[in-house]
Nanobody, 124 residues
Framework: QVQLVESGGGLVQAGGSLRLSCAAS????????MGWFRQAPGKEREFVAA????????YYADSVKGRFTISRDNAKNTVYLQMNSLKPEETAVYYC?????????????????WGQGTQVTVSE
């Protein structure tokens, strides 16, 4: 059974930092792209960042480029999202996702596998 388990969410002041983690298990993800979506209350879900497991190619939404960094640890089968200079409008539930297609994942619409989500709240 595939599991994506997120951790690291919480409350932070504007301008602060958080690091999200996503531990993956249940299958081999070597041919997959893993990443993060987020959804704020009343807003559509959106793509945030992704990394191709095979070659570590990374992708970012324009809104987070230069502030967020996605990375992976092969030994731990874990993906990280380092978020710096956070803004109040980035308050959302952040979901770890995995898909066999990086192009599809970057649309922010669907994914083969989802985590349960972790709340990130950025205060003024």
């Amino acid at each position: 059974q595939v599991q994506l388990v997120e951790s690291g969410g919480g409350l932070v002041q504007a301008g602060g930092s958080l690091r999200l983690s996503c531990a993956a298990s249940g299958r081999t993800f070597s041919s997959y792209t893993m990443g993060w979506f987020r959804q704020a209350p009343g807003k559509e879900r959106e793509f945030v960042a992704a990394i191709r497991w095979s070659d570590s190619i990374t992708y970012y939404a324009d809104s987070v480029k230069g502030r967020f960094t996605i990375s992976r640890d092969n030994a731990k089968n874990t993906v990280y999202l380092q978020m710096n200079s956070l803004k109040p409008e980035e308050t959302a539930v952040y979901y770890c996702v995995a898909d066999s297609s990086s192009a599809r994942l970057r649309l922010g619409v669907r994914a083969d596998y989802w985590g349960q989500g972790t709340q990130v709240t950025v205060s003024e």
